[in-house]
């Protein structure tokens, strides 16, 4: 999401005249779009900061001012620290903020002082910024739903980003019609719980009541020139059978779910406050497998959650080698401040994490690979999104969000190919064009990981 509201950020400079550069050199202004999930990645923000230093100065000793700026979630959380520790920060604004970027910056210029911005505001921020460039590619984000009411004891999210908020479909669909039109083939809709999604009921519809995501999906698959639909990142409580249905009967919605699990062991998803066990998570994959039997399943876990015995950690484990994975994202447990697992007592040390971090690590990369190395010999729709590192080479997706390499040329970018794959490397696909014919997704399949295979 940050990397949508990032573009969504350039968009609403550009008629100011702000263009993107490559370096913070040639920056008049700096934005840092920040994450506070996990306390690593909201270190990183005073690290950049100190980096980011030297070239203001610079600027300053020529004469010229360059505006630094603290956006996301860190700015959210911590903005009045961020402003008191460093003096070199003229703006801090949290994710509600980005359609008044031109007005904050007018302050900056106009006072030559500092503003703070960490209001959520009444407004629709969406109906306030300009229409989307979308990237430069054939694959494009768009938020359709933001916030959280869930609280999982863990998570700063419903502090963050807020109360959860669904935009209307009429609003999604013309954004994602206007991307269409800019040559945009696949869509990922984004919010941090976006099956919750219940978007006002478009004017066809008499504006009668809200859609959920299973209608919403429908609907956008009828746009010309969508041919690959996606969404992120759903919530297990949340799936409901017309979404289900849409895996079943909407071609261009793509085989893969990224369904987060936490943890294998009730007890732990208790205390995460997930509502819902280890069974009814099993349950649902089967649902959803039987409605499209080659889903691949991605999740995230969270290891050494306050309380979590080896008996727990166990049970997580075999919940995964049940299950099979495609892909995974697992973190240790890392205490948010203002967050109620932070604050109790059986905080687990961080020796045991790493351990039973690299212990689950090992037994999803595993899957990983048992899953790629199951797609060799198969032929694949790519939609080759950009050049490769190496010259004559572009990469693309597979329907189950694999990264595929070929020798092609450029022209081919943007377009959807049958690849003939030939060969898996740690984290992605290699093969061969087989047909200049564009393909659907439902050609052929790579099938899921075996439930015993690990
Ligand atoms: N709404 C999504 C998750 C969004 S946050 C869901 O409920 O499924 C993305 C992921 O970050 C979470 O699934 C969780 O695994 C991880 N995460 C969130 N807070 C964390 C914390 N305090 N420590 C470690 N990982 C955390
Ligand atoms: Fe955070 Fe997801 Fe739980 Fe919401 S549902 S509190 S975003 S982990």
């Not at 979308?134 to 419903?158: H, L, N, R, W, Y």
């Not at 919940?319 to 007592?345: E, H, L, M, N, W």
Request: with cysteine; hydrophobic share 40%; aromatic share 6%.
């Amino acid at each position: 999401m940050n990397v949508y509201d990032s573009g969504r950020m350039a968009d609403v400079l550009a008629p100011l005249g702000y263009v993107l550069v490559d370096a913070p050199d040639e920056a008049d202004l700096v934005i840092l779009n920040t994450c506070h999930i996990r306390e690593k990645a909201a270190e990183k923000v005073y690290s950049e900061l100190g980096r980011i230093r030297p070239y203001k100065l610079r600027r300053e000793a020529q004469g010229d001012r360059m505006v630094v700026a603290v956006a996301g979630c860190v700015a959210q959380a911590e903005g009045e620290e961020i402003m008191r520790r460093q003096p070199l920060v003229d703006m801090v604004f949290g994710p509600q903020a980005y359609h008044r970027l031109p007005e904050l910056l007018a302050k900056v210029h106009r006072r030559d002082g500092r503003v703070l911005d960490t209001d959520f505001p009444v407004e629709d921020k969406f109906d306030r910024l300009p229409k989307s460039m979308g990237t430069k590619g054939p694959s494009a984000f768009v938020t359709i739903q933001e916030g959280c009411d869930k609280f999982c004891t863990f998570c700063v999210v419903p502090y963050t980003r807020g109360a959860e908020f669904s935009r209307p479909v009429d609003q999604v669909m013309a954004e994602v019609e206007h991307l269409a039109q800019a040559g945009v083939r696949e869509v990922t809709l984004l919010g941090q719980n976006v099956n919750a999604y219940h978007g006002a009921a478009p004017a066809s519809h008499g504006r009668d009541g809200s859609w959920g995501l299973g209608q919403l999906i429908r609907r956008v698959a009828g746009i010309d020139g969508i041919d690959r639909i996606r969404y992120t990142t759903s919530h297990p409580r949340d799936m409901d059978e017309r979404l289900i249905t849409a895996h079943r009967d909407v071609p261009e919605l793509m085989p893969y779910l990224h369904l987060a699990l936490q943890s294998g062991a009730d007890r732990v998803l208790e205390a995460m406050n997930r509502q819902h066990t280890a069974e009814s998570y099993i349950e649902l994959v089967e649902r959803v497998r039987d409605a499209r039997p080659d889903l691949a399943l991605s999740s995230d876990f969270i290891v050494g959650f306050p309380g979590e015995t080896d008996r727990d950690f166990e049970d997580t484990l075999s919940v995964v080698r049940q299950i099979g994975f495609a892909q995974s994202f697992s973190f240790k447990y890392s205490p948010r401040p203002g967050t109620p697992a932070a604050d109790a007592g059986n905080q687990i040390p961080d020796n045991i994490k790493t351990e039973r971090l690299h212990a689950l690590q090992a037994l999803l990369n595993k899957q990983q690979r048992d899953f790629n190395d199951q797609c060799v010999g198969k032929t694949l729709p790519v939609l080759f999104e950009k050049p490769g590192r190496h010259d004559g080479q572009i990469v693309g997706r597979s329907p189950y969000l694999q990264a595929v390499h070929v020798a092609g040329p450029a022209s081919l970018l943007g377009t959807i190919k049958q690849i003939f794959i030939e060969q898996t490397a740690a984290n992605s696909l290699s093969g061969r064009i087989e047909s200049q014919s564009v393909a659907t997704a439902r050609d052929v399949s790579c099938s899921h990981v075996a439930t015993n295979a690990v």
